[in-house]
Antibody
Framework: QVHLEESGGGVVQPGTSLTLSCAASGVTFSRPPSHWVRQAPGKGLDWVASTLYDGSNEYYADSVQGRFFISRDNSKNILYLHMNNLTGDDTALYYC???????????WGQGTLVTVSS | SYVLAQPPSVSVAPGQTATITCEGTNIGSKSVHWYQQKPGQAPVLVMYYNDDRPSGIPERFSGSNSGDAASLTITRVEAGDEADYYCQAWDTSRGHRVFGGGTKLTVL
């Protein structure tokens, strides 16, 4: 049974930083590619970042490139999203997801809400 | 960047067939995945590799992908199928994952 649980969300001011965590059980983050996906209130799914098998390759959406960084602690089986210089456009529910066959996102957490507001 | 286009909404009567499309340039050369999201819940994978169903997904759900369009078809639609549906593909040229804008399926 795979369980992903995000944490670290909250209300922050524009220009500040925040780190999200995703703790996994039943799946080892060092194995499948892992991802962050966000969903702004009332909007659709928006892929944010990915880290591949060995952590050497990371990919970022253009909207967060240079501001967000994905990492993982394989010893703790935790995925992170380090977010810098936050803006109102980053306000969203942030999901972590573990990849399955063919690049599908087979396991999802319940999300953690980030609100950027002054 | 690669773009996937979905109709904002699809409406269907119970028992009928719903088809949700996902258009993208040469999408037939990619693997397309579909997610169902009900209000207040995380997305759930309902189709992967274009036409493979995860365990627990009813046979009423099927998928196809060819040319510039992929589709998710739900036969004998039930009230419980009412949800937002998203297609997703991998833009391998950039390593980016892409979601369609989502389609709200309404069961009349």
């Amino acid at each position: 049974q795979v369980h992903l649980e995000e944490s670290g969300g909250g209300v922050v001011q524009p220009g500040t930083s925040l780190t999200l965590s995703c703790a996994a059980s039943g799946v080892t983050f060092s194995r499948p590619p892992s991802h962050w996906v966000r969903q702004a209130p009332g909007k659709g799914l928006d892929w944010v970042a990915s880290t591949l098998y060995d952590g050497s390759n990371e990919y970022y959406a253009d909207s967060v490139q240079g501001r967000f960084f994905i990492s993982r602690d394989n010893s703790k089986n935790i995925l992170y999203l380090h977010m810098n210089n936050l803006t109102g456009d980053d306000t969203a529910l942030y999901y972590c997801a573990a990849e399955g066959e063919g690049g599908s996102f087979v396991h999802w957490g319940q999300g953690t809400l980030v609100t950027v507001s002054s | 960047s690669y773009v996937l286009a979905q109709p904002p909404s699809v409406s269907v009567a119970p028992g009928q067939t719903a088809t949700i499309t996902c258009e993208g340039t040469n999408i037939g050369s990619k693997s397309v995945h579909w997610y169902q999201q009900k209000p207040g819940q995380a997305p759930v994978l309902v189709m992967y590799y274009n036409d493979d169903r995860p365990s627990g997904i009813p046979e009423r759900f099927s998928g196809s992908n060819s040319g510039d369009a992929a589709s998710l078809t739900i036969t004998r639609v039930e009230a419980g199928d009412e949800a937002d549906y998203y297609c997703q593909a991998w833009d391998t040229s950039r390593g980016h994952r892409v979601f369609g804008g989502g389609t709200k399926l309404t069961v009349l």
